[in-house]
């Protein structure tokens, strides 16, 4: 039977446990099983190359990417360094040009020591990266929205170039979750999650994710995954696919308030700009609605100068200055100096990651509480003559 996403969403992937009838998947807290004889297992032998309880998530990821094969890992960089892992000295990445700031470094600071190199473009520009293309270039890596710009891309175009250049195009799918965007539909060939984000949805858990379609690339990275062994534990497995069965209303209620937020940004004459692909003044609205179910809940903004951006996060009472994004509850950060600091200043300047940014993951609160929350820290910011 073929369920819709907010079923699937509670009963994809493996649903429940034939053995007992537990309607949840057991944590199978162990690290090797027993083995009855000689080469002969039964189906388990060590928690590195697979656990039942991890198994199952990687089966749910897959069902709700509309993919074939997923695998789960200790973090969202341990599945992107995992990916990553498919090149090899003297290969090129085209990458988005605004990207998470942990992205950037393991390309800048790890892999390109190993001759793996990188051009950064704006990629919701389908010329500049045709421009890019040369014989070195083996994918192509986007961000839709990006972070923290939300700079969409059109995600079946860019796999139209990809593919007509014999390139893979991997899209990091963190801010709408399958719940809102599925890029493999589009024609994507791998997709990654930081699934600490809105999957596990709490605030608890570290995790991370890839799915694919085609086979031989599964096993290659199934082979990556064994080999370097950042894996998703057993108990964070189990955590993640509880998260998950909540993931259709947390998602609503997020984008809910969020499009309230933005749109009561842009009105408040408090902000100079409003970066929110859910607007219609968005240069990425249309695509935005033509490849996803929802803009999401994440929204970056400026303060107008008349306001210190430094004393309004000192001022905040209910939302929360932190790293990470997608809990239940609203965080706020700072990216210049937080989760972008790993980025050269110059390099910021030039995408438009300005020091006066603030960057919003919009929870599930009241969303009356938190156009309060904001107008009181903007109000309190204001500069003295």
Same mark, same amino acid.
């Given at each position: 039977?073929?369920?819709?996403?907010?079923?699937? +969403?509670?009963?994809?992937? &493996?649903?429940?446990?034939?053995?007992?009838?537990?309607?949840? *998947?057991?944590?199978?807290?162990?690290?090797?099983?027993?083995?009855?004889?000689?080469?002969?297992?039964?189906?388990? $032998?060590?928690?590195?190359?697979g656990?039942?309880?991890?198994?199952?998530?990687?089966k749910?990821?897959?069902?709700?990417?509309?993919?074939?094969?997923?695998?789960?890992?200790?973090?969202?960089?341990?599945?992107?360094?995992?990916?990553?892992?498919?090149?090899?000295?003297?290969?090129?990445?085209?990458?988005?040009?605004? &990207?998470?700031?942990?992205?950037?470094?393991?390309?800048?600071?790890?892999?390109?020591?190993?001759?793996?190199?990188?051009?950064?473009?704006?990629?919701?520009?389908?010329?500049?990266?045709?421009?890019?293309?040369?014989?070195?270039?083996?994918?192509?890596?986007?961000?839709?929205?990006?972070?923290? @710009?939300?700079?969409?891309?059109?995600?079946?175009?860019?796999?139209?170039?990809?593919?007509?250049?014999?390139?893979?195009?991997?899209?990091?799918?963190?801010?709408?979750?399958?719940?809102?965007?599925?890029?493999?539909? @589009?024609?994507?060939?791998?997709v990654?999650?930081?699934?600490?984000?809105?999957?596990?949805?709490?605030?608890?858990t570290?995790?991370?994710?890839?799915?694919?379609?085609?086979k031989?690339l599964?096993?290659?990275?199934?082979?990556?995954?064994?080999?370097?062994?950042?894996?998703?534990?057993?108990?964070?497995?189990? +955590?993640?696919?509880?998260?998950?069965?909540?993931?259709?209303?947390?998602?609503?209620?997020?984008v809910?308030?969020? $499009?309230?937020?933005?749109?009561?940004?842009?009105?408040?004459?408090?902000?100079?700009?409003?970066?929110y692909?859910?607007?219609?003044?968005?240069?990425?609205?249309?695509?935005?609605?033509?490849?996803?179910?929802?803009?999401?809940?994440?929204?970056?903004?400026?303060?107008?100068?008349?306001?210190?951006?430094?004393?309004?996060?000192?001022?905040?009472?209910v939302?929360?200055?932190?790293?990470s994004?997608?809990?239940?509850?609203? @965080?706020?950060?700072?990216?210049?100096?937080?989760?972008?600091?790993?980025?050269?200043?110059?390099?910021?300047?030039?995408?438009?990651?300005a020091?006066?940014?603030i960057?919003?993951? *919009?929870?599930? $609160?009241?969303?009356?509480?938190?156009?309060?929350?904001?107008?009181?820290?903007? @109000?309190d910011?204001?500069?003295?003559?």
């Amino acid at each position: 039977m073929s369920l819709k996403k907010n079923s699937l +969403l509670i009963h994809g992937g &493996i649903d429940g446990d034939e053995t007992t009838g537990a309607v949840n *998947v057991p944590v199978y807290q162990t690290s090797t099983y027993k083995q009855d004889g000689l080469g002969k297992d039964r189906g388990w $032998e060590y928690s590195r190359t697979g656990n039942p309880t991890r198994a199952a998530l990687e089966k749910l990821i897959a069902d709700l990417e509309e993919g074939d094969y997923g695998l789960a890992f200790a973090s969202g960089l341990a599945a992107i360094n995992t990916v990553l892992s498919l090149f090899q000295s003297g290969d090129k990445l085209i990458v988005s040009d605004n &990207i998470y700031g942990g992205t950037f470094r393991i390309l800048d600071n790890v892999f390109n020591n190993f001759g793996i190199t990188y051009e950064i473009v704006d990629t919701s520009d389908a010329s500049q990266i045709e421009a890019a293309i040369d014989e070195n270039v083996k994918a192509i890596y986007v961000e839709s929205p990006a972070n923290p @710009l939300l700079t969409v891309t059109d995600i079946a175009q860019v796999a139209k170039i990809a593919h007509a250049n014999d390139k893979l195009l991997i899209v990091d799918n963190t801010f709408l979750t399958p719940y809102l965007q599925r890029p493999l539909t @589009l024609g994507a060939d791998i997709v990654i999650h930081s699934g600490t984000k809105y999957l596990g949805g709490h605030s608890d858990t570290i995790s991370g994710f890839v799915v694919v379609k085609d086979k031989a690339l599964s096993e290659r990275l199934y082979y990556l995954q064994n080999a370097i062994g950042g894996v998703l534990a057993p108990w964070d497995s189990f +955590l993640i696919i509880r998260g998950i069965k909540t993931l259709g209303v947390r998602m609503d209620r997020h984008v809910e308030n969020a $499009e309230k937020i933005a749109r009561w940004l842009v009105d408040s004459g408090y902000v100079s700009k409003v970066y929110y692909p859910g607007l219609e003044t968005d240069p990425g609205y249309e695509i935005q609605k033509r490849q996803a179910d929802g803009p999401g809940a994440m929204i970056s903004f400026l303060l107008d100068e008349q306001y210190d951006y430094k004393k309004f996060f000192e001022t905040l009472k209910v939302i929360t200055l932190a790293e990470s994004l997608g809990g239940v509850e609203s @965080l706020v950060c700072h990216p210049a100096s937080m989760t972008h600091a790993a980025i050269p200043a110059e390099i910021r300047k030039e995408v438009g990651i300005a020091d006066e940014l603030i960057r919003l993951s *919009v929870g599930i $609160e009241d969303v009356e509480d938190l156009i309060a929350d904001l107008e009181q820290a903007i @109000l309190d910011s204001k500069k003295a003559k």
